[in-house]
C-alpha cells in the first residue's frame, strides 16, 4: 500500500512542524494506508523507514538484535538511538548497545528502579509534591512547566543518584540546552543557526559528573552515582573491569536526563489534556481511585519520546515491507499510541482507559524503560496532590512547543491557580 498523496508531501524529520503541533492526522493517513513506509531522503536525512503502527512497532522490538542499538554511522549495520547521524562519541552508553553488553551495563544501575526500591520513595514524593506546592506562595498565575512539573522529577532523580538538592537547577538547565539544542530558546544567541548550547552543557554535565565521581570514592554514599563509582563489570570475555571516567560520566548524563526530562514532559501534557477535557478532570476529581488508569492514560496521550531508531543488520521483513541490511527503522511511538486497532477513541483522553498497552516506555524487550515505576509514581503522587490541593488550575495560554524531532517537549505553558488547599485539609 501507498501512503496518501498529503503524507508523502512532508517532511517527518521538519523539526517546525513538531513546534507548532503533533501532527496525529497525517499519523492517521500513514498507519491507515502504510504502517511501514520508506520516508524519502530530505536535505538533512537519508532515507529511513517509518512505522507508524502498534503491531509493527512491537513486532521491531520483538526482533532485538536484527534491529541495532549501537551507535554508528551510515550504513555500517549498526544502529544508534536518533535519525541524524551525529558523531557522539561513545554515546549515551546504556541505551546505545546491543545485549549482552547492555544487560550488562543496565545491571549496574537496576536495583535503584526496582518496584520494590521505588515504593520506598512514595511517602518522601508526597511531602516533596506538597513543598512545592506551598514554594508557589501566594502567586496566582505562573509557567507550569517551570514552577511545577520540573520540579518532582528533578528531585527524585537528583536523589536516586546523589547530586545535592541546591544543584538540581543547574541540571534542569543543562538537559533543557543538550535536549534543546535545536529550538531557537537554548541555542547560541550570537549565532542562531548554531546550535552550540547543547554540546557545550553536555560537556559542563560531564565535567560535573567528573568531580561528583571524585566525591562519591571520597565520601560513599547509598545512591546510584557511589554504585557506578565503584562498579565491577564482567565483560563477555570473563574479565572483570571497572568503569572508566567518560563511562561514569555518560551513565550520569542518560540518567538526568531520562529522569526529568520525559517524566516533565508527561506532567505537562497531562494537565493540558486535562484542560482539553475537563470532563475528565471533573471525573477523577470525584473518584480519585481512577488515578492509577488516570497516569497510564496520560503517558500513552503525550508520549514524550517521540520515536527511536534502529539499524538493521541484516536483510529481513518487517510488514511486508523488505528491509536492507543497514537501513534505518524509526519506530514511531507517537503514532502507535493513537492506533485505533489497539485503543478505542484513540484520540479521546480517558482516565479509566483499561486495558491500555500502550509503548511510551517501549514495545517489551531488553531495552524496556527502566525509569517506567518511577515515573508512573512522580505521577500518581504530583496529580494526587494537584487534585486536592489546585482542584481549580486553569491553563490560560497556548503551550509552547519544544522545536525538536526526538522529544515531544512542552517548554512553556501559562497557567492560573487558583485557591491553594492547606496540605492538612487535602
Not at 38 to 54: D, G, K, R, Y
Not at 236 to 254: K, P, R
Not at 289 to 298: G, K, N, P, Q
Amino acid at each position: 500500500m501507498s501512503p496518501p498523496t498529503l503524507a508523502t508531501k512532508i517532511d517527518f524529520t521538519d523539526m517546525d512542524m513538531y513546534a507548532v503541533a503533533e501532527p496525529y492526522e497525517l499519523y492517521d493517513q500513514l498507519r491507515a494506508h502504510a504502517p511501514i513506509w520508506l520516508h524519502p531522503e530530505t536535505a538533512n536525512e537519508e532515507s529511513f523507514w517509518l512505522v507508524t503502527s502498534h503491531e509493527l512497532v512491537t513486532q521491531a522490538h520483538r526482533m532485538g538484535a536484527l534491529l541495532s542499538h549501537q551507535t554508528g554511522p551510515g550504513r555500517d549495520g549498526t544502529g544508534g538511538i536518533t535519525l541524524p547521524d551525529v558523531e557522539l562519541g561513545p554515546g549515551i552508553m546504556m541505551i546505545m548497545t546491543d545485549p549482552p553488553d547492555h544487560t550488562r551495563y543496565r545491571k549496574l544501575v537496576s536495583r535503584g528502579f526496582t518496584p520494590r526500591m521505588v515504593r520506598k520513595l512514595e511517602e518522601s514524593l508526597r511531602i516533596r509534591s506538597h513543598h512545592i506546592i506551598d514554594a508557589l506562595d501566594g502567586r496566582t498565575e505562573g509557567d507550569f512547566v517551570v514552577d511545577l512539573a520540573a520540579e518532582l522529577p528533578l528531585m527524585a532523580i537528583a536523589d536516586m543518584v546523589g547530586v545535592p538538592l541546591e544543584d538540581r537547577h543547574k541540571l534542569y538547565d543543562w538537559t533543557n540546552c543538550a535536549i534543546g539544542r535545536f529550538d531557537p530558546e537554548f541555542q547560541d544567541l550570537d549565532d542562531p543557526h548554531s546550535p552550540l548550547n547543547g554540546p557545550m552543557d553536555a560537556f559542563n554535565m560531564t565535567i560535573y559528573a567528573q568531580e561528583l565521581t571524585e566525591e562519591k570514592r571520597r565520601c560513599p554514599r547509598d545512591d546510584l552515582m557511589t554504585d557506578l563509582a565503584e562498579a565491577k563489570v564482567t565483560m563477555a570475555d570473563g574479565t572483570v573491569t571497572e568503569l572508566n571516567d567518560l563511562e561514569i560520566s555518560l551513565f550520569f548524563t542518560l540518567l538526568i536526563i531520562a529522569g526529568n526530562e520525559t517524566t516533565r514532559n508527561a506532567i505537562t501534557h497531562g494537565l493540558l489534556a486535562f484542560h482539553n477535557f475537563p470532563d475528565q478532570w471533573e471525573l477523577l476529581r470525584r473518584h480519585p481511585e481512577h488515578l492509577s488508569t488516570a497516569v497510564d492514560e496520560i503517558i500513552r496521550f503525550s508520549t514524550p519520546v517521540r520515536y527511536f531508531r534502529r539499524t538493521a543488520v541484516e536483510d529481513l521483513e518487517l510488514g511486508g515491507a523488505k528491509i536492507r541490511a543497514g537501513d534505518k527503522v524509526a519506530l514511531w511511538y507517537g503514532a502507535a499510541n493513537r492506533d485505533p486497532k489497539v485503543f478505542d477513541d484513540p484520540h479521546r483522553f480517558d482516565i479509566t482507559r483499561s486495558p491500555n498497552p500502550h509503548l511510551a516506555f517501549g514495545g517489551g524487550g531488553a531495552h524496556y524503560c527502566l525509569g517506567s515505576h518511577l515515573a508512573k509514581l512522580e505521577l500518581k503522587v504530583l496529580f494526587g496532590a494537584l487534585m486536592n490541593r489546585l482542584p481549580e488550575i486553569e491553563v490560560i495560554g497556548p503551550p509552547e512547543r519544544l522545536r525538536d524531532l526526538l522529544v515531544n517537549g512542552i517548554k512553556h505553558l501559562p497557567v492560573r491557580y487558583g485557591p491553594v488547599a492547606s496540605a492538612e485539609a487535602a
